[in-house]
T-cell receptor
Framework: DAKTTQPTSMDCAEGRAANLPCNHS???????VYWYRQIHSQGPQYIIH???NNETNEMASLIITEDRKSSTLILPHATLRDTAVYYC?????????????FGTGTRLTIIP | GAVVSQHPSRVICKSGTSVKIECRSL??????MFWYRQFPKQSLMLMAT?????????EQGVEKDKFLINHASLTLSTLTVTSAHPEDSSFYIC??????????????FGPGTRLTVT
């Protein structure tokens, strides 16, 4: 699976949109971009995933660049409960390759 | 959404004893479950893939005789840490995928088990 690069940490004011970038310049055509987050001392929580089109759900939006080499996770109105480590993961669609490989992620702190 | 539970949430054991951690999918069937380990201030590291009715697949560097995995039913996988030592103290997390779903699908994670070996 392609590697990802994320900033180590970010701050965002409560109520503002949090934009978390992720670089995945070696992504291949059959690889999806997944986002998970982990609140302190809990198991990771699935947020969203996408292949090449932008995606939106009740939690967030995922914007993938046209060349697919980078993406941005957007939390539209950040709350204090969004403070967590956010992981961007690239995952192959090949049969049998189900593993999620976690990098170091971005520690997002929401400031009151 | 789909729920994965783990039991116990915390366990303290003495060095040399064995500890069993359970991972259950509560509202879906999971032919495949995954076990991760996370040390303080580090990311999750995949230990092994647990397959219902067959042997687990271990990642490189993970001792299969020390971390015994059993996936005896479509809703339960267990991880047994045998002859535990203080360096096995960690946060153990399982995840599962719904067998009915085809790729792409999300994995659902349990809340984790904090193991402390004294």
């Amino acid at each position: 699976d392609a590697k990802t690069t994320q900033p180590t940490s970010m701050d965002c004011a409560e109520g503002r949109a949090a934009n978390l970038p992720c670089n995945h310049s070696t992504i291949s055509g059959n690889e999806y971009v997944y986002w998970y987050r982990q609140i302190h001392s809990q198991g990771p929580q699935y947020i969203i995933h996408g292949l090449k089109n932008n995606e939106t759900n009740e939690m967030a939006s995922l914007i993938i660049t046209e060349d697919r080499k980078s993406s941005t996770l957007i939390l539209p109105h950040a709350t204090l409960r969004d403070t967590a480590v956010y992981y961007c993961i690239v995952r192959s669609a090949l049969f049998g390759n189900e593993k999620l490989t976690f990098g170091t992620g971005t520690r997002l702190t929401i400031i009151p | 959404g789909a729920v994965v539970s783990q039991h116990p949430s915390r366990v303290i054991c003495k060095s040399g004893t064995s500890v069993k951690i359970e991972c259950r999918s509560l509202d879906f069937q999971a032919t495949t479950m995954f076990w991760y380990r996370q040390f303080p201030k580090q990311s999750l590291m995949l230990m092994a893939t647990s397959n219902e009715g067959s042997k687990a697949t271990y990642e490189q560097g993970v001792e299969k005789d020390k971390f015994l995995i059993n996936h005896a039913s479509l809703t339960l996988s267990t991880l047994t840490v045998t002859s535990a030592h203080p360096e096995d103290s960690s946060f153990y997390i399982c995840s599962a995928r719904d067998s009915k779903l085809i790729f792409p699908y999300e994995q659902y994670f349990g809340p984790g088990t904090r193991l402390t070996v004294t």
